[in-house]
């Protein structure tokens, strides 16, 4: 048992150190503070191909590596966004954006969701519809309680309450 | 009578979904298609594998459809297609060039003399500027480039027997056509 905890220490400097490798990138001098704003968030919107799960930002890989390096350049070289990513997209396809342009290529992506809200609505209000249907002719009762309630309903109009005056 | 309609239709939804995950299933997802395909080669100057005091460029490949291999001594899958490249360049039938990704010199040269050089020249792209133009994420990627140095199709992977006969050689036979 008290080996288990021994551990712990060790873990906890492992830990550490892990987290400050993955600082690696962050050590870049920019000339301008804005460009350092800018390469975080385009390196945040870039797909490693490596791990494709993985920003360019989040990602180890020398691939990752490399295309933080370019970005970084070319920020510095005074390129904008826009040239960053369609230097991307030129090499490493729509793909590599994790936001992707609208395209006739990317209409089921962009459009699925709303197409699946479209007709799921559609569904629900047919079944709705159904159902109502369905229950008005439901309400049909025998002629014995019909009669009887026709019978309350003389006596109660018969009666000069407020409640009936309002009916 | 809705019933009915609404029961097929729901079918025919699950029947296609059913379609598309198979699809999937049988898909591999970390193959990315290249938007180079149809482009030329991009340009690149990089210093020869043998000869650090020689360079090659784009315009020394024109006139011929070729295979652009790019490999590592890192790359272990590179190992494993390797015997078919020094195979296919025994046979001759098209000129297999190398882009040595990422690599160090010793280490690539060592490497091929180890396991043979198919290829007719090797560039030596130590910082994977090339690889980068190229869209390479990973090795080894293969591109078959027509002789206007147009990138024509590329496998991502090791080249096995089975793309060659089926993919590649089709394709390049296409291209060796006179007046292609």
């Keep these: 048992m008290t080996r288990k905890f021994t551990k712990w220490p060790v873990l906890m400097v492992l830990l550490l150190l892990g987290s400050a490798g993955a600082q690696d990138h962050a050590v870049l001098e920019f000339s301008h503070p804005e460009y350092k704003e800018r390469y975080n968030n385009l390196i945040n919107q870039l797909r490693c191909l490596v791990c494709q799960n993985q920003t360019i930002a989040d990602s180890h890989a020398e691939l990752a590596l490399d295309l933080r390096k370019r970005v970084y350049e070319m920020i510095e070289q005074g390129a904008s966004d826009r040239d960053v990513i369609d230097f991307m997209a030129q090499r490493y396809g729509d793909f590599v954006l994790y936001n992707p342009p609208l395209k006739p290529s990317t209409m089921l992506l962009w459009f699925a969701p709303f197409i699946a809200i479209g007709v799921g609505s559609v569904a629900l209000l047919l079944y709705i519809v159904r159902r109502n249907r369905q229950t008005a002719p439901a309400a049909e009762v025998s002629e014995s309680i019909r009669r009887r309630v026709e019978e309350l309903r003389g006596r109660q109009q018969a009666r000069p309450s407020k409640q009936g005056s309002k009916q | ?180």
């Design chain 2, 1 to 180: 009578m809705w019933r009915k309609v609404l029961f097929t239709v729901i079918f025919l939804c699950f029947l296609a979904l059913m379609a598309l995950f198979g699809y999937a299933l049988k898909r591999d997802p970390s193959l990315v298609t290249s938007p180079l395909i149809g482009k030329p080669v991009p340009d690149f100057s990089l210093p020869l594998l043998s000869d650090p005091n020689r360079t090659i460029g784009k315009p020394d490949l024109l006139g011929t459809p070729y295979l652009l291999n790019v490999w590592a001594s890192w790359c272990a899958a590179c190992r494993t297609e390797h015997p078919l490249l020094v195979q296919l360049a025994r046979q001759n039938l098209v000129p297999i060039h190398g882009l040595n990704y990422r690599d160090t010199r010793e280490d690539a040269q060592s490497w091929l003399e180890r396991y043979g050089n198919p290829y007719d020249v090797v560039a030596f792209d130590e910082k994977g500027a090339l690889g980068l133009d190229l869209g390479v994420y990973g090795a080894p990627e293969t591109f078959l480039v027509d002789r206007n140095n147009v990138i024509v199709y590329k496998q991502v992977g090791p080249i096995t027997e089975k793309v060659w006969v089926d993919v590649l050689y089709p394709k390049l036979v296409e291209l060796q056509k006179p007046g292609q």
